[in-house]
């Protein structure tokens, strides 16, 4: 939009080509009130058009911020829930190790003793023949 600029230099936001057509047709008060009415107009218009911009950019801001609590508690709730259902799954798991370990630890434990046993045994008694033989 170009500015244009009457002789008595006041500054309209009317287009220079038709601003002077105006002026030259209808006369300087009818061509002034017409561009007043033009830029009343145009204000109007704008304010307006920034009022339901600024209601919509509120509505559009406040539905934003809700979807944004839900996805958060959503979110919140979701890790939960996860964490709790890891930790007992940890939990039981752990549990599991524990009584498997022990109960190898413990059959190992008698498990070895026999063997140890049964080792011993069998040295002893081949060292006693190797012994009762060498005499």
Do not use: C
């Amino acid at each position: 939009m170009v500015v244009a600029r009457h002789e008595e230099s006041v500054t309209m936001p009317v287009t220079a080509r038709l601003s002077q057509k105006f002026y030259e047709r209808l006369g300087e008060d009818l061509a002034q009130e017409l561009v007043d009415w033009f830029n009343a107009v145009d204000a109007t218009y704008r304010a307006d058009l920034r009022e339901l911009n600024e209601l919509n950019f509120q509505r559009v801001d406040a539905k934003v911020e809700q979807r944004l609590a839900e996805l958060r508690a959503h979110l919140d709730s979701g890790w939960e829930r996860r964490l709790a259902k890891l930790d007992v799954k940890w939990e039981q798991r752990i549990g599991r190790l524990e009584t498997t370990f022990e109960r190898r630890m413990g059959a190992s434990t008698t498990s070895l003793i026999k063997w140890m046993f049964g080792f011993w045994a069998l040295t002893l008694s081949a060292l006693a023949g190797i012994l009762f033989y060498l005499r």
